[in-house]
């Protein structure tokens, strides 16, 4: 019987196992022009003994940036001080992609050093607020992306993908998941386009599939992961009925061939089976829980096929030995939330590990 413990082969990359510390936005990218510190690399080194680290959100252009503090990917000194992480974790043993995350409509203005307008697939504002460094702000209305503006932004993360090989990335994650760009394009709420890149499902899914197409042209389909979240309501998308937009995305990736499909699990389990079962790579699962991080009670859906690997979000923050403590039942580091975006060390390299 397969278990979580076991190596794996994802795409020709071995992994000693298949835990995946998830990305998860921090929001402590304060070196020069939004770049890992030295605090970043000892984060992510720390938590080495993954399957498969990936990275918080990384921002492939200064547009695509919708929070203070997250880093980036489209600049040399970013490229050097990733390099730093990249070189830490495989000396420590580990695997590493980083996750290429275009905001879209989630950010403001003033997040932006250039004072940029956040775009969309559609000129729809999302309700509610969003964070900013001079506290919540009302979301504005996105520019609409236009054909010239949604091939520059392909392009970018065509670029920042290059940018992840030259900084030491194993590979990279699309984001296309919690109500960002990509997913902005995929939901009928924020996507009313009539042109070829929106109305039925064929339109909503182009921008995902022409993205994943020429990262993976550039860096190598091997080196390729998307992540999704079917009916997930994060960025006040609305997709009441998932299932058929989701299969139409699977059915045109198919011959791309990325090599792992992140399924963050919002809807039900069938429709996570059915993708399962349509996805001819290997599936990461975050799975769904209620009122608490998934745990060890999520390991048997390696065991029983579900998914190839399972990705932890919050328990991995805590938790930075966090393959021993599942093999061993715990116990676990509680996470702070209050120390969940910016700050200093604590509730970020401070976690303590078990004692050999």
Same mark, same amino acid.
């Not at 993976?216 to 997709?239: F, K, M, Q, V, Y």
């Not at 805590?318 to 039942?329: F, Q, T, V």
């Given at each position: !019987? +397969?278990?979580?413990?076991?190596?794996?082969?994802?795409?020709?990359?071995?992994?000693?196992?298949?835990?995946?510390?998830?990305? !998860?936005?921090?929001?402590?990218?304060?070196?020069?022009?939004?770049?890992?510190?030295?605090?970043?690399?000892?984060?992510?080194?720390?938590?080495?003994?993954?399957?498969?680290?990936?990275?918080?959100?990384?921002?492939?252009?200064?547009?695509?940036?919708?929070?203070?503090?997250?880093?980036?990917?489209?600049?040399?000194?970013?490229?050097?001080?990733?390099?730093?992480?990249?070189?830490?974790?495989?000396?420590?043993?580990?695997?590493?992609?980083?996750?290429? !995350?275009? +905001?879209?409509?989630?950010?403001?203005?003033? %997040?932006?050093?250039?004072?940029?307008?956040?775009?969309?697939?559609?000129? %729809?504002?999302?309700? =509610?607020?969003?964070?900013?460094?001079?506290?919540?702000?009302?979301? %504005?209305?996105?520019?609409?992306?236009?054909?010239?503006?949604?091939?520059?932004?392909?392009?970018?993360?065509?670029?920042?993908?290059?940018?992840?090989?030259?900084?030491?990335?194993?590979?990279?994650?699309?984001?296309?998941?919690?109500?960002?760009?990509?997913?902005?394009?995929?939901?009928?709420?924020?996507?009313?386009?009539?042109?070829?890149?929106?109305?039925?499902?064929?339109?909503?899914?182009?921008?995902?599939?022409?993205?994943?197409?020429? %990262?993976?042209?550039?860096?190598?389909?091997?080196?390729?992961?998307?992540?999704?979240?079917?009916?997930?309501?994060?960025?006040?998308?609305?997709?009441?009925?998932? =299932?058929?937009?989701?299969?139409?995305?699977?059915?045109?990736?198919?011959?791309? =061939?990325?090599?792992?499909?992140?399924?963050?699990?919002?809807?039900?389990?069938?429709? +996570?089976?059915?993708?399962?079962?349509?996805?001819?790579?290997?599936?990461?699962?975050?799975?769904?829980?209620?009122?608490?991080?998934?745990?060890?009670?999520?390991?048997?859906?390696?065991?029983?096929?579900?998914?190839? !690997?399972?990705?932890?979000?919050?328990?991995?923050?805590?938790?930075?030995?966090?393959?021993?403590?599942?093999?061993?039942?715990?116990?676990?580091?509680?996470?702070?939330?209050?120390?969940?975006?910016?700050?200093?060390?604590?509730?970020?390299?401070?976690?303590?590990?078990?004692?050999?």
């Amino acid at each position: !019987m +397969t278990t979580a413990f076991d190596p794996i082969d994802l795409a020709g990359l071995r992994l000693a196992n298949r835990i995946v510390m998830a990305p !998860m936005t921090r929001s402590r990218a304060y070196g020069p022009g939004s770049s890992p510190t030295e605090a970043v690399v000892a984060y992510y080194a720390q938590r080495a003994s993954a399957g498969l680290i990936i990275t918080e959100g990384t921002q492939p252009s200064p547009a695509g940036q919708g929070y203070p503090d997250t880093p980036g990917l489209h600049s040399e000194e970013q490229i050097a001080a990733w390099r730093r992480v990249t070189d830490a974790v495989h000396s420590a043993g580990g695997r590493i992609f980083v996750q290429l !995350m275009h +905001t879209g409509r989630i950010g403001h203005p003033s %997040v932006s050093a250039h004072g940029l307008v956040p775009v969309s697939a559609s000129a %729809v504002a999302p309700k =509610g607020r969003i964070y900013t460094a001079a506290g919540p702000m009302e979301y %504005v209305v996105p520019r609409a992306l236009d054909e010239d503006g949604i091939q520059r932004t392909i392009a970018d993360h065509v670029s920042a993908a290059r940018n992840a090989v030259r900084a030491g990335f194993d590979g990279v994650e699309v984001h296309g998941a919690n109500g960002y760009l990509v997913h902005q394009f995929l939901a009928p709420n924020s996507n009313l386009r009539t042109d070829a890149w929106g109305g039925g499902h064929e339109g909503r899914i182009r921008f995902a599939v022409e993205l994943v197409r020429a %990262v993976a042209d550039a860096i190598g389909a091997h080196r390729t992961g998307l992540r999704i979240s079917p009916g997930n309501p994060l960025g006040d998308i609305d997709e009441p009925e998932p =299932g058929p937009t989701y299969l139409a995305l699977l059915r045109a990736l198919e011959p791309i =061939g990325p090599a792992y499909l992140h399924l963050t699990e919002s809807a039900d389990r069938a429709l +996570t089976l059915e993708l399962r079962k349509r996805f001819g790579g290997a599936l990461i699962l975050n799975a769904r829980t209620e009122g608490r991080p998934s745990g060890p009670e999520e390991l048997t859906l390696i065991e029983d096929g579900t998914a190839d !690997m399972l990705s932890y979000g919050a328990l991995f923050l805590a938790n930075p030995d966090l393959p021993r403590r599942l093999r061993s039942g715990g116990p676990f580091n509680a996470p702070d939330r209050a120390t969940f975006y910016g700050g200093d060390e604590r509730g970020y390299t401070d976690y303590p590990v078990l004692e050999a």
